[in-house]
C-alpha cells in the first residue's frame, strides 16, 4: 500500500513510520525540509521524501497520484499564541487542495478530544481542522486523543520536570482538571488499527487508555512509578499568565506552547466511548504501565523521537538552510585547535555533547549561562538531546540548534537559540591531519553585541580552551 506521511518528522510521525514499513508499506514522507528528517541512512533508502509547506502557496505542490491512504499529522500550536488556529485551517485547506487530483481514498487525522461546548483555542482549532478535512474528497477517519504519554512528549516531559524538581508544589486549580491519558504505544496502535478499514470510514472515535485522572493524580503517580513522594497543594489565585510562567521556568516547554497548554488544561478531555478499541480488539495500557514504558525507552537510550527537537521550540525561524553558511565578514571569533590521536573516539566525544554529558568543561557555567537564557525567555539546557550519541540536523541541543551533523566530513555545526545580541555558530570539525578545530563564531547586532562578546570574553578563554582539551581525550 502506497502512504502519504505528513508531519512525518513530528513527534508522532517519527514514531509511525518504522510501523508502517515494517508492514511493508510504501511510504511517502511530506516534510518542510528534507534536510531535517531524522532518519538513519537504511531508512532513509526504503521511502521518498517530497518537500511542502502547507502554509506556503508557492512550495512544491507534487504529490503522487496514485497515493491509498494520507496520515494527517500537522499542527501549529507551539509555533504562536496568537494565530496557530489561522495556520492551521490554512494548512488543512491546502492539503484537501493537493489531494483532489488524487486516487487517496482515506485520510486518518490524529485529533483532540472535544468534551466541552465552549472549547480551548487548541481544541477548537482541531475541531475546526477536522470539519475542513471532512468537506475532501476521500473518506475520513478522525483519532481524538488527550494527554499522550511516552519518551519525548511534552506531556510526559511537562511532568517529568515537574515531579523530579519539585517535591512540593502549589498549583493552580486546573490540576484537578480530569483527563484519559494515552500511551504512545496505544496511539500508534489505533493509527495502524484504522488503516483501510472500511468499518472506520467517515467517522471520529475517541480514544484513551484505560484510567480517567486528574492531573494532580497523574502527578502523584508519576512519583509513585519513580518511587519517591511529592505534595502537591492547590490555589485559586493563579491566573492563566502566571500558570504559564509557572510551566515555563520550571520545565523545558517554549513559553508559546506552555500558554495554549494552559489554555487547554481547563477542559476536561475524557473519552466518551471505547467503541474503536472493542473493533480493533487494543487492550490499552494503564499511565503507570505508560510511565515505566517511556522511562524503558529513556533507560536504553532509544528514544525515536522529541517534541523538543520541533523548530519552533527555540528562536529560529523553520528555514535553517539560511545559517548554515557560517559568516566570515562583520564576525567576532574564538578559534581553538588541538592535535588528536584518535579520530573516531574524539569524534564520539563531539557526538555526545551536551544533554546529560555536558558541554566537557565549566558545567555550573554552562548551567547559569542557561538559567540567565531562560529568565530572559530563551531555552535554556532544559531541552536536553534525545539521543545519547545521535545527532541529527534540525534537533535541539541545550539551547543549541544542529544545523549540520556529517560524520563522514567530520563536521558538527551548531546555531545558538539563546537570548543573545546577535547571532552565534559553535563548530567542531577534524581535518585530515588529525586536528580537530573548535571555532565560535559571534555576528553582534551594533554597539550591545559587541559589549557583550567582550564582556564575556575571559569566560570563554577558559570554557573553550578547557572544552577541546577534554574532547581530545580518546577515552
Not at 506552555?258 to 487492550?283: C, F, H, P, T, W
Amino acid at each position: 500500500m502506497k502512504i502519504l506521511l505528513t508531519g512525518a518528522n513530528g513527534y508522532i510521525g517519527m514514531r509511525l513510520l518504522p510501523q508502517l514499513l515494517k508492514k511493508g508499506h510504501e511510504v511517502i514522507c511530506v516534510v518542510r525540509d528534507e534536510k531535517r528528517l531524522s532518519v538513519d541512512f537504511s531508512t532513509r533508502k526504503k521511502i521518498q521524501v517530497i518537500e511542502i509547506d502547507f502554509l506556503d502557496e508557492g512550495s512544491v505542490d507534487t504529490i503522487p497520484k496514485d497515493i491509498d491512504t494520507a496520515y494527517y499529522l500537522i499542527h501549529s500550536m507551539t509555533s504562536s499564541i496568537a494565530d496557530f488556529d489561522e495556520k492551521e485551517a490554512m494548512a488543512a485547506r491546502r492539503f484537501n487542495t493537493l489531494l483532489e487530483n488524487t486516487d487517496c481514498k482515506q485520510v486518518i487525522y490524529l485529533s483532540g478530544i472535544v468534551n466541552d461546548n465552549k472549547l480551548s483555542k487548541h481544541l477548537s482549532s482541531r475541531k475546526n481542522v477536522e470539519d475542513i478535512l471532512y468537506q475532501g474528497n476521500f473518506h475520513l477517519t478522525v483519532l481524538r486523543a488527550g494527554i499522550i504519554v511516552g519518551s519525548g512528549s511534552s506531556s510526559f516531559e511537562i511532568i517529568r520536570d515537574l515531579c523530579e524538581k519539585l517535591p512540593f508544589m502549589i498549583t493552580p486549580k486546573w490540576v484537578l482538571t480530569k483527563s484519559q491519558p494515552i500511551a504512545i504505544r496505544d496511539v500508534i496502535n489505533f493509527l495502524m488499527g484504522v488503516l483501510q478499514n472500511e468499518n472506520t470510514y467517515d467517522r471520529s472515535f475517541d480514544i484513551g487508555g484505560p484510567d480517567v485522572l486528574t492531573y494532580k493524580q497523574m502527578l502523584h503517580k508519576y512519583a509513585k512509578v519513580r518511587g519517591f513522594k511529592n505534595w502537591i497543594f492547590t490555589v485559586p489565585i493563579m491566573t492563566p499568565k502566571l500558570s504559564s510562567y509557572w510551566l515555563y521556568f520550571v520545565t523545558s516547554t517554549s513559553f508559546k506552547l506552555a500558554v495554549n497548554l494552559v489554555d487547554s488544561m481547563k477542559m476536561e478531555v475524557v473519552a466518551r466511548d471505547n467503541e474503536l478499541q472493542e473493533l480493533l480488539g487494543i487492550q490499552t495500557h494503564t499511565y503507570e504501565e505508560a510511565i515505566a514504558m517511556a522511562f524503558k525507552k529513556i533507560e536504553q537510550n532509544l528514544v525515536i523521537s522529541s517534541w523538543k527537537d520541533s523548530v519552533v521550540s527555540g528562536q529560529v525561524d523553520e528555514d535553517l538552510e539560511k545559517y548554515i553558511q557560517v559568516p566570515k565578514y562583520g564576525v567576532l571569533k574564538d578559534v581553538q585547535s588541538i592535535t588528536i590521536d584518535d579520530d573516531q573516539k574524539v569524534l564520539d566525544n563531539i557526538w555526545r555533547i551536551g544533554g546529560e554529558q555536558g558541554w566537557y568543561y565549566g558545567s555550573w557555567l554552562w548551567k547559569i549561562r542557561g538559567f540567565l537564557d531562560k529568565l530572559n525567555g530563551g531555552p535554556g539546557l532544559r531541552r536536553g538531546r534525545t539521543n545519547a550519541d545521535k545527532i541529527f540536523p534540525g534537533d535541539a541541543l541545550d539551547f543549541w540548534r544542529v544545523l549540520l551533523a556529517d560524520k563522514k566530513t567530520k563536521r558538527l555545526l551548531l546555531f545558538a537559540e539563546m537570548r543573545l545580541p546577535g547571532e552565534a555558530w559553535l563548530e567542531f570539525k577534524i581535518d585530515k591531519n588529525n586536528t580537530l578545530h573548535q571555532i565560535a563564531t559571534f555576528r553582534p547586532k551594533g554597539l550591545r553585541g559587541r559589549l557583550y562578546w567582550y564582556s564575556v570574553l575571559p569566560f570563554h578563554y577558559f570554557i573553550f580552551g578547557g572544552m577541546i582539551r577534554n574532547i581530545a581525550k580518546a577515552q
